[in-house]
């Protein structure tokens, strides 16, 4: 396993391993600063990692090098810079984008860092990535974020939008009951003129590799008037007081957060409604001033209009 987060600092470490494989002479220990895309609606899972070789500390006491030999930008603070790596955790393999941008000596780095990285590495770095993904969406305010809704489904049929599918970093809504964990995902009305309280959750369970499994049921909530059912369309045979003490047990502010996140979804919306409004709007050009059969022709011929263009 190359990467490793310091429990004290919380601080990403990557121990290079010796010989060819990471770069030649970037090995041994490095801190890594991480940087994600930090769009709300984004679902690329790209993770750019800069490093920062460790120097040991003898050489930091003994001063080996006197600072006015160092060369500008190689060292700072007693630590020499490695080269960048850019991860794409959707393919695990080299960002794409960074391949056409990057010096051939980062590419070279982050293809053989790659190669070197095992499962756990990957999902050390996934892990990561949602952590500051999800700081970023959470704490985005709503008029920044501008997700692509379907306008003209939401507006004449109330078509619901889920607070995961517009936002994918989002919180998430979940539960473990009987060892396995179910996610909960809300849907929700955001039409800016409607005031109604009602939440659509489909319950699925997780599978062991993180994804969802076959579809439990769905629960239709009031979460105003706390009335739960089930919805006309759901086929599947579904206990909701079950679930629902299941859920209340699970997260105590259920309500209150289903609420938070119905508000949020309107406001995003309605930000995003103004802007298409703004975009779409048509601009109505002023009917032609009517011209009389004895007025100056407009040709500036200085003639009357019947005896010029007129004809």
Known sequence: MIFDV???????????????????DQTGRHECLLTVCDNPTCRCRSIYLKFIAQKPAADQQNGDQPAGDQPAGDQQNGQ????????????????????????PQDIDFSEKLVA???????????????????????????????????????????????????????????LTHDGVDYALLDRHCVRTDC???EVYIGVLPITPDGKLGTHVGTIQLDY?????????????????????????????????????????????????????????????????????????CPCGSGKKYKKCCMA
């Not at 990957?122 to 999800?134: A, R, Y």
């Not at 209150?256 to 406001?267: F, G, I, M, P, Q």
Request: proline residues 7%; contains cysteine; hydrophobic residues 35%.
């Open 224 to 296: 105003a008037r706390r009335q739960w059912k089930t919805t006309a369309k759901d086929d599947a045979p579904f206990d909701v007081p079950a679930w629902r003490q299941r859920i209340e047990t699970a997260i105590p502010d259920f309500y209150a957060h289903v609420s938070r996140r119905h508000t949020k979804l309107k406001a995003i919306y309605a930000h995003s409604w103004k802007r298409h409004l703004a975009t779409t709007r048509i601009t109505k050009t002023p009917p032609p001033k009517k011209i009389g059969r004895n007025d100056l």
């Open 80 to 103: 020499d810079t490695a080269p960048s790596a850019c991860v794409d955790l959707a393919t695990n393999g080299v960002d794409a984008g960074f391949r056409r941008m990057a010096s």
């Open 195 to 197: 005031g109604c309280s």
């Open 116 to 174: 070197e990285m095992d499962p756990q590495d990957f999902s050390l770095l996934g892990q990561l990535h949602f952590v500051f993904k999800n700081l970023a969406t959470e704490e985005a305010k709503p008029d920044t974020i501008d997700p692509q809704f379907d306008f003209t489904a939401i507006e004449s049929s109330s078509t619901t939008q889920g607070y995961n599918a517009i936002l994918p970093f989002g919180d998430r809504l979940h």
């Open 6 to 24: 310091n429990r004290d600092s919380g601080k990403l470490f990557a121990t290079l391993p010796s010989g060819d494989q990471t770069g030649g």
